[in-house]
């Protein structure tokens, strides 16, 4: 039979169709993406050293370890997954990108990104944090996208992307990423984050588990997408 293309995404739910109403694109998936739980994405890329050879900054590593530990640990953890058929999405993004330069063109995790703040606006909780005894609701959601850089893993984030076109999404995407590389992210980037993606599918890993990456009420941790017989 044919074969399809198919994004392996954890830590989500209830997908339905979601109409992209800048493009009139249709995201086809098994429920509304991301909606489930306390779940997250917390990943670090590891590089071959010489034997004793120590890399990056060793508080910030720490300071990693010391947010996953305790988030693990306080924060109750529910998994869940699902295949998503990307055929239509990957067919947009190919007609898309036929029309943008190349600084704006789309990738996947912008799809990502996009399709997880419309489903967050339909259900805020999930934008929401735990704070002792009550929910705090957040008013404008600010995705987070896990970077592993030299020094260890930040996760700075894109703010107001319930306002945002898919175009805008990606080019604040790249110039988050290149700040990032560069170390001059602005504080609110790092603090204000409301929702966080992890995508490690550009390494072709089809599906992972991940930590919540507090105060977070829930992550989404994607894989690659892949071919799959229908």
């Keep these: 039979g044919a074969a399809a293309p198919i994004l ?3 830590n989500t739910a209830s997908i339905g169709a979601v109409l992209y109403r800048d493009y009139l694109f249709l995201f086809e998936a098994a429920g509304l993406i991301l909606l489930v739980a306390m779940v997250g994405a917390i990943v670090l890329t590891h590089r071959k050293r010489p034997d004793g050879a120590r890399s990056g900054n060793p508080a910030v590593r720490q300071a990693i370890a010391r947010v996953t530990v305790d988030s693990k640990r306080e924060a109750p953890h529910f998994y869940v997954a699902v295949d998503i058929d990307m055929t239509k999405a990957m067919s947009f993004r190919r007609d898309l990108n036929d029309e943008l330069d190349a600084e704006k063109r789309v990738s996947v995790n912008d799809f ?3 399709a997880s703040a419309i489903a967050i606006g ?3 909780k999930f934008n929401s944090f735990f704070r002792d005894d009550h929910l705090q609701m957040n008013a404008s959601i600010n995705v987070g996208i896990a970077i592993a850089l030299e020094s260890g893993l930040i ?5 107001g992307c319930e306002s945002k076109s898919l175009v805008e999404i990606s080019v604040a995407s790249r110039d988050l990423v290149a700040r990032a590389n560069s170390g001059t992210l ?3 980037e790092y603090s204000g984050t409301t929702f966080s993606v992890s995508n490690l599918g550009m390494f072709d890993i089809e599906s992972f588990t991940a930590i919540i990456f507090p105060p977070h009420a829930a992550v989404l941790a994607v894989g690659t ?3 799959q017989p229908v």
Aim: hydrophobic fraction near 30%; charge should be positive; aromatic fraction near 0%.
């Design 8 to 10: 392996g995404a954890s």
């Design 112 to 114: 990502i990104v996009k």
């Design 122 to 124: 339909r259900h805020p």
């Design 155 to 159: 996760v700075p984030g894109i703010n």
């Design 186 to 188: 602005r504080n609110d």
């Design 225 to 227: 997408v892949k071919e």
